[in-house]
């Protein structure tokens, strides 16, 4: 008798995906194996035979988490070549992949079926694992859209840590090169109209009529897809004020005009830390099958105005 319904295998740079996975089959009752709550178990022994016998012969299935890390790393190679031989004496199907990405595996025939989880949250992949592991799924509790909708956009914030790092930095990656004060005041202007425009899509993409028309009217339930692609906007426009403010930053401008596309950069650091606070906050209240999508963005235009009369003035 397997001692684990599922083991996991994957690679240490998808670990904060996995072990959101491993604990929603923990609030599922399905018994699972992962390494960090192994560590006592693991210490002083033989990994290369213990981790074999994980992964051959204890568990009912393992799923596969590919991408390109996974695919290089040398223990992840050792876990699935042990998986491999158990899955080519098994009447069923044990591997259950589940892609980061479209790194090829070795041993991995073409047409085995797989989750890509580009788009699918942890919370999913862990009830389509414990509906392959037959446990008992309940249906989804009221409350679902939001914690769809706070699943995708923590999925997706999870892949711009590096922008967010740089931004917090203020790191500067050289790009446009302005010689005149004529385009520099245009450009800036031009780019002051986008980050107005930016920080009005934020307000439209929670305003009342996008969220009826994703999560549906009162006393009926949301549309999945819908979910996604209003959660996906979201933070698709998040990425562009980050990626707003670096450019600005990267812009080289004659001198007079440097002070103000430093300030001007600056304007999005508060919707920034307003847009992170929301998340966190919508993501703690979904966790508890409650939501409240109502972003307040502010920011002080101040220090930009005042710097742009002295640039215009001398």
Not at 92 to 117: M, S
Not at 246 to 274: H, I, W
Request: aromatic share 10%.
């Amino acid at each position: 008798m397997p001692k684990y319904d599922v083991c996991l295998s994957f690679a240490g740079e998808d670990r904060d995906y996995v072990e959101e996975v491993a604990r929603h089959l923990t609030e599922l009752g399905v018994s699972r194996f992962y390494d960090t709550d192994e560590q006592a178990d693991l210490w002083g022994k033989n990994l290369v035979e213990h981790l074999d016998h994980i992964y051959r012969k204890d568990s009912r299935f393992c799923v596969m988490f590919i991408s390109e890390a996974y695919a290089r790393k040398m223990w992840t190679k050792h876990e699935r070549q042990s998986a491999f031989d158990r899955a080519m004496v098994s009447d069923t199907e044990y591997l259950l992949p589940a892609r980061f990405d479209d790194t090829e595996i070795p041993a991995l025939r073409v047409g085995t079926g797989y989750i890509d989880l580009r788009n699918r949250t942890p919370r999913e992949l862990a009830r389509m694992i414990a509906e392959k592991v037959g446990s008992a799924v309940d249906a989804p509790e009221p409350g679902w859209e939001y914690q769809l909708f706070a699943d995708t956009v923590a999925l997706h914030m999870g892949k711009l840590s590096a922008k967010q790092i740089s931004h917090e930095l203020g790191d500067v990656t050289p790009g446009r090169t302005i010689t005149s004060d004529t385009d520099a005041l245009d450009n800036y202007r031009a780019r002051t109209g986008v980050f107005d425009e930016i920080i009005n899509r934020l307000g439209e993409l929670l305003s009342p009529g996008k969220q009826q028309w994703a999560f549906g009217p009162a006393g009926r339930p949301g549309d999945r897809n819908r979910i996604r692609l209003l959660a996906n906007r979201f933070v698709e426009t998040y990425e562009d004020l980050l990626n707003w403010a670096a450019e600005l930053r990267g812009t080289k401008t004659p001198e007079r005009y440097r002070v103000l596309y430093r300030l001007t950069a600056q304007l999005a650091d508060q919707p920034l830390k307003q847009v992170e606070a929301f998340v966190a906050e919508l993501t703690a209240a979904a966790e508890r099958n409650a939501g409240d999508l109502h972003l307040v963005i502010s920011y002080d235009p101040e220090p930009v105005k005042a710097e742009l009369k002295k640039v215009q003035t001398t």
